[in-house]
């Protein structure tokens, strides 16, 4: 059952009906459950209302989206990728522009920055947080003109839900006329120094990945920003460019938009979410106590909430594959977010590193380990997970 793929993993408690002890790596039934038929009552209004592209669900949506997280401008999109391309466009990303990345995440946002003909310059992480390394993007801009490229943009990750050190980054890319633009894929609900992520960067873009602290029932993203003009083209360009009617085409666009049933349902679980992101503090929180003497759990800054897309541990080199096969023989899933550092995936091994070499990113992507983790994860179930995983620490360490 185990799998070297996040996306491999059972997210719902489906799974669980074919082996009813096999713990659900995440587990979107019991939150189906909490909402009743809220969920399939918001449906049927838009089945009955037919408009099922650009219905008022969208709108909707976005107010309250920018009402949660303060952003003036919410846009609701197709994905986390399309939230990321049409925001880097707006940005006016262009060819071989240096837009940097750091290593230890998801393939999206280096893939559309190569994808526009940037050039993804990638960063070392900090190994506490596994966000971009400040030094790092230091070292990257230095390379960067070193290659004869244009330093022109950051892509902040908020890896695992937790916020990046905004500050430090902004300083550094205001220093060097960078734009930062936020990825909150896995962050959205989280806070840094008083202010929701939506508001840290120029632009932000999320994504609702079913498995994302906020999910739907398919694909769907979001981006978020304070600036009316960039508002407006990316809003434009979301519906091919659209300019004063639908068919009327003043820039080249994309179909980006999100269904209006996926934002019916969003509606309902975004009622939910303040009190679920508050469960997963509190279960991560447990986990770190039950686990810290034995591998090194998840930090979070003093200065930051986090959204705790994932709970993630490090272990020691060497012991990964006999720990999963030991949880798994016990029906426990775990995922490895992620084996392999963006940089040493075959399309993107010809893109600079930021110093040459990117050894913490390398070491993360050896040793991290996910465990089941979403908000409904009740303590008989933490327990036996963290029992089985001291079982299999242990005998890793002593066999
Ligand atoms: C950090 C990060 N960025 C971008 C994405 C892409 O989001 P989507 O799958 O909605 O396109 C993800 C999704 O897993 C992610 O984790």
């Not at 952003?71 to 940005?91: D, E, K, N, P």
């Not at 840290?200 to 694909?219: N, Q």
Request: glycine share 8%; charged share 25%.
């Amino acid at each position: 059952m185990a799998s070297n793929s996040p996306r491999q993993h059972p997210v719902t408690s489906s799974s669980a009906a074919a082996d009813s002890q096999y713990i659900p790596f995440i587990d979107l039934q019991a939150q189906r459950a909490r909402l009743g038929n809220r969920i399939e009552e918001a449906m049927e209004r838009v089945l009955q209302h037919g408009r099922f592209i650009n219905g008022p669900e969208i709108d909707e949506l976005e107010r309250q989206l920018s009402a949660f997280c303060g952003a003036r401008h919410v846009i609701a999109c197709a994905s986390g990728t399309t939230a990321l391309s049409l925001g880097l466009t707006a940005l006016g990303a262009k060819y071989r522009d240096a837009i940097f990345v750091p290593a230890f995440t998801f393939v999206s946002p280096g893939e559309v920055a190569a994808r526009l003909g940037c050039i993804p310059v990638f960063l070392d992480v900090e190994p506490d947080t596994c966000n971009i390394s400040p030094d790092s993007l230091v070292r990257g801009i230095e390379m960067a003109k070193e290659h004869g490229l244009t330093p022109r943009g950051v892509i902040v990750i908020d890896l695992f839900g937790q916020p990046a050190d905004y500050d430090k980054l902004t300083q550094i890319a205001t220093g060097h006329d960078l734009w930062m633009m936020a990825d909150a894929a896995q962050s959205f609900g989280a806070v840094y120094k008083g202010t929701h992520v939506g508001k840290l960067a120029r632009v932000t873009a999320t994504s609702f990945f079913p498995s994302k602290p906020l999910g739907c029932y398919g694909d769907g993203g979001a981006i978020f920003t304070d600036s009316d003009v960039l508002a407006a083209e990316m809003r434009s360009r979301r519906q091919h460019g659209q300019g004063e009617d639908r068919m009327t085409h003043v820039r080249i666009g994309m179909n980006g938009r999100l269904d209006s049933l996926q934002a019916a349902i969003l509606i309902e679980k975004l009622s939910i979410l303040g009190d679920e992101l508050k469960a997963r503090d509190r279960i991560a929180r447990r986990y770190n106590e039950a686990l810290k003497d034995l591998v090194i759990v998840p930090t979070v800054r003093p200065d930051r909430f986090s959204a705790w897309a994932q709970y993630t541990v490090r272990l020691r080199p060497g012991e990964r594959d006999a720990v999963r096969a030991s949880l798994d023989a016990d029906k426990i899933p775990t995922a490895i977010y992620y084996h392999t550092a963006l940089h040493q995936h075959a399309p993107y091994v010809g893109y600079p590193r930021a110093g040459g070499k990117l050894p913490v990113a390398e070491e993360l992507a050896e040793t991290v380990l996910s465990l089941p983790f979403h908000p409904y994860l009740e303590e008989p179930l933490q327990d036996r997970i963290v029992d089985s995983f001291r079982k299999a620490i242990k005998a890793a360490r002593n066999g």
